[in-house]
């Protein structure tokens, strides 16, 4: 499987402000997701990232609030803008390394904490 | 109905024992199931994934799949106190193109 790594591990952030979350893979992947893993709870798909084109939002989020970029087939972002301590949580990557295959794999995720 | 339901547990088995844990899902969920297993602190770990009915095994893990029923189960055999650890159920959505619906988690202990 892939190597995915995010940037940064953890952060502590204070309200109002943007973090950028960087993921990054060592080879080519067909497909890329951003989650969300509220403390004690389980993961909750926030969006995918679509190559070259915008990306698709599940219902309860929206692009001003996590814009995200897809530049290439290694490489996403995803922005949380203007925290609040409600997102204060842990964000993943995962990616899909093949067409036709549904395995998910998952980087190692960046704990934010709210101030 | 929430469409992937897990016991939140948690599950506590001696070493040694089996281990089962158990998922159940909506019709609208496909046919492509997966168990990842979480420890504290860590990123989910896929260990198996499932898509026909009957049985899949991998060392000590066996997947169960029954559609019928729908339901997908974990076996653990031989369970250690490393495998204590949160397993996450998840299946892909009918026509949702790679999208995972997780359940909350089964938390299994296993004691010496």
């Known amino acids: 499987s892939a190597v995915i790594s995010q940037k940064p591990s953890r952060d502590i952030c204070q309200r109002g402000t943007s973090l950028t979350i960087q993921c990054q893979v060592d080879s080519q992947v067909t497909m890329m997701f951003w989650y969300r893993q509220q403390p004690g709870q389980s993961l909750t798909l926030i969006a995918t990232?679509?190559?070259?084109?915008?990306?698709?939002?599940e219902s309860g989020f929206v692009i001003d609030k996590f814009p995200i970029s897809r530049p290439n087939l290694t490489f996403s972002t995803l922005t949380v803008s203007n925290m609040s301590p409600e997102d204060s949580s842990i964000y993943l990557c995962?990616?899909?390394?093949?067409?036709?295959?549904?395995?998910?794999?998952f980087g190692p995720g960046t704990r934010l904490t709210v101030t | 109905q929430k469409e992937v339901e897990q016991n939140s547990g948690p599950l506590s088995v001696p070493e040694g024992a089996i281990a089962s844990l158990n998922c159940t899902y909506s019709?609208?969920?496909?046919?492509?199931f997966f168990w990842y297993r979480q420890y504290s602190g860590k990123s989910p770990e896929l260990i198996m994934s499932?898509?026909?009915?009957g049985d899949k095994e991998d060392g000590r893990f066996t997947a169960q799949l029954n559609k019928a029923s729908q339901y997908v189960s974990l076996l653990i055999r031989d369970s250690q106190p490393s495998d204590s650890a949160t397993y996450l159920c998840a299946v892909v959505l009918s026509g949702g193109y790679n999208k995972l619906i997780f359940g909350a988690g089964t938390r299994l202990a296993v004691h010496p």
């Open positions: 995962s990616v899909v390394t093949r067409e036709g295959l549904y395995e998910q794999y």
């Open positions: 499932i898509y026909s009915n």
């Open positions: 019709d609208r969920v496909s046919q492509s």
């Open positions: 990232a679509n190559q070259g084109s915008e990306a698709t939002y």
